[in-house]
């Protein structure tokens, strides 16, 4: 049995309303060729195929999406890429309820509909707050105030999210007191809880020391054995061709969808990175 949730452009999802509140509480050339047969090679699939049809926004006079249509599968890492303002964060806000848009998005889970989690680029806080780790992941992951602790009912998932990060061992210490890229592992390990089943990530590479990106892979390689489906904005093509399943290029419009390998050609990377959109490819 499966369900289907559609967003359409004239109304706020349920689900992207409750992503936007979770959202806004925190103040804040190597290829794999064998990237489409570890898909397919899934014997279990727990998140959603995704479908953007005909999606437009304009802002005033400035077309942010121009008719953009591609579909992400489910259980694969799929990978957005293209250049600054060419609409990738933008098209993700359509995903949680935040931009008006025309056209249809709609998810089809394979069973109820399953929790979806996201992992903004950067969190914005006053770093003079004395506000722990601990403190932080309390107030992005339950219903208690922070200051009363960690409730017994997160305490673990939070606890089993930061060692999956790396980040058990610094609980205590300030947030204001961590480096960007550490900054960035807890913003991770909040996206883990509850455990989504669709992982929405705006550039979550973009801080990570050495460390942090052995870290954000091997937590790649869980998500895909798990089935979750992940729509995954990068600038890293490097990263984007190793990592990735699928590749959508975005720069106003979908300029191709495809593997990595036939996606990251120097042709169509040229295309995408142009100041004036050329034709779909």
């Known amino acids: 049995m499966t369900s ?8 706020q999802s349920p689900v992207g309303a409750s992503l936007l509140a979770k959202a806004s509480s925190q ?8 990237a489409q047969s570890r898909a397919d090679s899934r014997l279990q699939v727990s998140g959603p195929t995704l479908d953007f049809a005909d999606i437009s926004l304009t802002l005033g006079r400035t077309t942010i999406l121009d008719h953009v249509t591609f579909q992400v599968r489910p259980g694969s890492v799929h990978a957005l890429v293209g250049p600054n303002g060419g609409g990738k964060s933008s098209l993700i806000k359509t995903l949680l309820g935040q931009m008006p848009h025309q056209g249809r998005l709609s998810l089809q ?7 979806i989690g996201y992992v903004p680029q950067a969190l914005e806080f006053d770093r003079g707050l004395p506000m722990t780790v601990d403190d932080f992941m309390a107030a992005m992951c ?13 305490a673990k998932a939070i606890g089993d999210a930061l060692e999956r990060v790396g980040m058990q061992d610094k609980r205590k210490r300030r947030m204001g007191a961590l480096s960007g890229g550490e900054r960035q592992r807890v913003l991770l390990a909040q996206g883990l809880i509850p455990a989504p089943q669709l992982l929405v990530l705006d550039e979550p590479m973009s801080a990570l020391d050495e460390a942090g990106i052995r870290v954000f892979e091997r937590l790649l390689d869980d998500w895909r054995a798990a089935g979750i489906t992940v729509l995954w904005i990068e600038h890293d093509l490097e990263a984007v061709g190793r990592l990735a399943d699928h590749v959508t290029g975005l720069n106003r419009r979908v300029l191709f969808d495809a593997t990595p390998r036939q996606a990251l050609t120097p042709d169509r990377l040229l295309s995408l990175f142009s100041t004036h959109p050329r034709s779909a490819a």
Do not use: C, M, V
């Not at 289907?4 to 109304?11: E, F, L, W």
């Not at 103040?27 to 064998?34: R, V």
């Open 4 to 11: 289907k949730a559609t967003i359409p452009g004239d109304a």
């Open 142 to 154: 339950q219903r208690r105030p922070a200051f009363l602790g960690l409730s017994k009912h997160y």
């Open 27 to 34: 103040a804040i050339s190597s290829l794999n060729d064998t």
């Open 109 to 115: 889970w394979p069973g109820e509909p399953g929790t």
